[in-house]
């Protein structure tokens, strides 16, 4: 297995690595590597690497290609012109950039967040205590710039399908002025492998990255276990060390079942969009550069070079009875009709990847709100931005079960959390539609029927509704109007509490005055 640089290679080898018919590449998501071994320590290592390289070596060849296709390096670049090849424009459209740019500002607008999902059930002290620990850890991950290697693991899963991110504890933080007690790291796929179980759950085994010895020039494969690190060099452990991390500390993020990026399934169609926009540049050109047709007339070399320099030529008929003539050869595309092939191309393009129509409609419309959103893509958007988070979701829950061991230990910070009391919140849309949602979140708190934390939580309105509940609860409570102390009494009372009876709101039993 030749481990891929920098550059990775090129669409057609890596297709010809994959088996497919050269010109033609066809990428169908990466494979799962696993391994037959039910778990992996120092007396299989070495062969349970060696069973998962065939497979590591196709999915790193296929996201270099898609990599390199993302920054623009496509087919059409290396395409071979036959007729009149010294007209050869090579346009590349590059909407495989404009797709994935889409889909990362569209599903990471504002950062991710953890919120709890642990209900008070009357007991405030222990729920108070989980949504202070989950305050930290979200603070935790702020000082380790979490948002920005969500960025770049989001980046990798919308070329090549999958991602990679690996959290190690930090052995030299400093809580005391902000620091964390892990580190979080967004690794390149390309050089990075997770490899599961060949059972039906597929647990992950062990994971490796790719390095290389400055000494011996030689591939060094860092493998980890759930227990373990093994640094393999050839066929052979050159050293280990364990941990107590209690799992694999690299876990896979992948985009969807088939790991497929985001514009892989639409390649066929970016590349016609290219020929087509190359195609039409060489028409031009060759309309402006048409070819000359002498008919029934005599021109040698001499008398063509003359013409091209004085910009003129006499000609004589060499039959009395034909006209002589000089034309020129050229037969336009028709740009409309080239046009339309393009836009329904783009269009098929759009659709398939999830995107909004920006073209919108021709001549006027009547349609509003969510018609609109409909008619224009966003909606299909939507629901694409939905399903990579379950995906998310699925993974970033093994990659907290390494955090919280890591904090669990250390012995400055200590987070008494579970996986099931957190959440993780994209902040994509809570700023859209704010007035209806608002209007909403009122409605159910004046009914006097429903729970003001149910409101919170169905209204949409809040990042972490559960967190935005306690706080206005308090702040209600704080904040209640007193009512004058009624005759014969020293005491005032509340108008009511936050979950109690509001002011002005007729309460069962009462009678009319």
């Not at 690794?187 to 085994?205: K, N």
């Not at 919140?425 to 003001?452: C, D, W």
Request: hydrophobic share 35%; with cysteine; net charge negative.
């Amino acid at each position: 297995m030749r481990p891929q640089g920098e550059e990775g290679c090129t669409v057609e080898e890596a297709a010809s690595m994959e088996g497919n018919v050269e010109g033609a590449p066809l990428f169908l998501g990466r494979a799962r590597v696993m391994t037959r071994f039910g778990r992996i320590d120092e007396s299989n290592v070495v062969e349970a690497l060696e069973e998962a390289l065939p497979a590591f070596g196709l999915n790193s060849a296929q996201i270099s290609a898609l990599w390199r296709y993302y920054k623009g390096d496509q087919r059409i670049l290396r395409r071979k012109k036959e007729v009149r090849p010294e007209i050869d424009n090579r346009i590349v459209e590059n909407h495989a950039q404009e797709i994935v740019a889409f889909k990362i500002g569209y599903q990471l607008s504002e950062p991710m967040q953890y919120t709890c999902r642990m209900q008070s059930d009357g007991d405030e002290k222990a729920y108070d205590e989980r949504l202070g620990s989950v305050n930290e850890l979200n603070t935790m991950m702020f000082a380790e710039d979490k948002a920005s290697c969500d960025r770049d693991l989001f980046e990798w899963m919308c070329v090549g399908g999958i991602g990679y991110r690996m959290a190690e504890a930090d052995t030299a933080h400093d809580v005391e002025d902000g620091g964390a007690p892990f580190e979080v790291y967004t690794l390149d796929p390309r050089v990075t492998c997770v490899v599961c179980s060949a059972q039906y759950h597929h647990r992950p085994l062990m994971a490796f990255w790719l390095g290389y010895d400055s000494a011996s020039e030689k591939p060094v494969y860092n493998v980890y276990t759930d227990k373990m690190w093994f640094k393999v060099c050839g066929s052979e452990v050159v050293d280990k060390k364990g941990h107590t991390y209690g799992s694999v500390p690299i876990v896979e993020y992948r985009l969807n079942n088939a790991r497929m990026g985001v514009f892989e399934p639409v390649i066929p169609l970016l590349d016609a969009i290219n020929t087509i926009e190359s195609d039409r540049v060489d028409d031009i050109e060759q309309v402006v550069q048409s070819l000359m047709v002498f008919k029934d007339c005599g021109i040698d070399a001499e008398s063509y070079d003359a013409m091209r320099e004085k910009g003129a030529v006499k000609i004589r008929s060499l039959d009395q009875n034909v006209k002589a003539s000089i034309e020129m050869l050229n037969s336009p595309l028709d740009q409309t009709g080239t046009q339309t092939v393009k836009e329904d191309l783009y269009q098929s393009v759009v659709n398939i990847c999830g995107m909004p129509n920006r073209n919108g409609v021709s001549g006027s419309s009547s349609d509003t709100g969510a018609a609109v959103l409909l008619r224009d893509g966003w909606t299909l958007a939507e629901s694409h931005a939905k399903s990579y988070e379950l995906q998310f979701k699925r993974s970033e829950r093994q990659f907290l079960r390494v955090v919280l061991s890591i904090c669990r230990q250390s012995s400055a910070t200590y987070l008494d959390l579970r996986i099931r009391d957190i959440e993780l919140a994209f902040n994509r849309r809570n700023y859209e539609n704010i007035l209806v949602k608002s209007q909403v979140l009122t409605t159910m708190l004046q009914t006097g029927k429903i729970h003001p934390q149910l409101a919170f939580q169905s209204c949409g309105l809040f990042t972490d509704p559960d967190a935005a509940y306690k706080q206005s609860a308090e702040w209600a409570e704080d904040n209640a109007p007193v009512v004058p102390p009624a005759p014969g009494r020293d005491d005032a009372e509340p108008v009511g509490s936050a979950e109690g009876p509001q002011a002005g709101v007729p309460q069962e039993g009462d009678t009319a005055a």
